[in-house]
């Protein structure tokens, strides 16, 4: 069974008066099994055409991990190897955020909520990333995927390859564009012209317990973002497809398959990558 979460406006609960404009989607991860993760780093394709990629290791002070990921315009995804990635992360999950500018105590969108600072190693010493405020989660409870609400923090872009900063303003900047632009500005140049636009849509296979939780806490946020949610049968918990808008046209319309779990589908200017 199938079930479509779009949620308007007249629908936000518990937001602050600070978080006036709709959160959208900041980023999705899937954690992959190992063949499907290796063909999708090797290929060529989705590394110099599909769209602006990485591979990168991150360190935190509470996690390090390593994964691929894919730039868009404001939105962006990310991919780990079953075989090496933290258990604690679930089979995957979404950020939501806003384009607002993130106080340098961040500001939570759930009332009675308190913001959490990550940080991210850069030369050496820990920075500030962004603010997360997390899904409750009631203990024991299985996690099955991960959905959080993040804000860049005012001072990352200052920190974080400042010598990228003169070209994008003054270096303060907490909007998902401006903050991929810098991620892009600093890799290696592959492609001039990518095709990914941003993410579009997700489809999301959860328990009818857990699907309860994410549609309050959809509310909660007051994100608008289109999650498709589906029973996941005897299968995992997490996200199951991605749709996509494609800046340009491919060079013909195809379906591409990555290893022995994933498929991406490009149209003329949508595309759709499956995780079976």
Sequence with gaps: MRFILLLAAPLLLGLTMENVTAPGLNHFYVILDHDTFTAIEQSVFLKEQFAIF??????RTDRTYTGIYFYGRQTYFEMLDATTADPNLGHGGMA???DGDAAPGGTSPVEG???MLVTREWNGAQIPWFFMTTQPQKRGEEQGFVTWFM????DFLAKWHPEAGPSL???RGTSRATVLERYKAVLPPKSSQPLLGDVTGLTLAAK???RARFEAWCKAIGTTFPVHLVD???GNEGIRAAEFRLDRAPQKEETLRFGPHSTLTLHQRSAEWKFE
């Design 54 to 59: 990485e591979k990168r290791t991150t360190v």
């Design 113 to 115: 909520s308190k913001p």
């Design 151 to 154: 804000q860049y923090h005012p």
């Design 208 to 210: 009818p317990e857990s």
């Design 96 to 98: 939501f955020g806003n």
């Design 169 to 171: 303003g003054d270096g």
């Design 232 to 234: 996941p049968g005897a």
